[in-house]
């Protein structure tokens, strides 16, 4: 059975910094794309940042030049460093892995608080 476990959210002040990981395992398959998302209250899940098996990055206009996705493939694991943050970027983040043949799995979602 596939799991996504995310870990690294937390209580920061603005400015400061945190790394979300996110460590798929479960599946004989290879990943192709691992996502991260986030979801602030009253507002709908948006794609924050994207990392293809080959290491091609997006990422939301947003968070450009702050956030870093990156993977490690030996480990199945996706991180999210997020630098500079901002009230802002409060939301619960969602990991999101798409696996060959057996598609996409979600994690249950790590709490980022940024006060002010």
């Known amino acids: 059975q596939v799991q996504l476990v995310e870990s690294g959210g937390g209580l920061v002040q603005a400015g400061g910094s945190l790394r979300l990981s996110c460590a798929a395992s479960?599946?004989?398959?290879?990943?192709?794309?691992m996502r991260w998302y986030r979801q602030a209250p009253g507002k709908q899940r948006e794609l924050v940042a994207v990392?293809?098996?080959?290491?091609?990055?997006n990422y939301v206009d947003s968070v450009k030049g702050r956030f870093t996705i990156s993977r490690d493939n030996a480990k199945n694991t996706a991180y999210l460093q997020m630098n500079n943050l901002k009230p802002e970027d409060t939301a619960v983040y969602y990991c999101?892995?798409?696996?060959?043949?057996?598609?996409?799995?979600w994690g249950q979602g790590t709490q980022v608080t940024v006060s002010s």
């Open positions: 999101n892995a798409v696996y060959e043949v057996v598609g996409s799995y």
């Open positions: 479960g599946s004989i398959f290879r990943i192709n794309a």
């Open positions: 990392i293809t098996s080959g290491g091609t990055t």
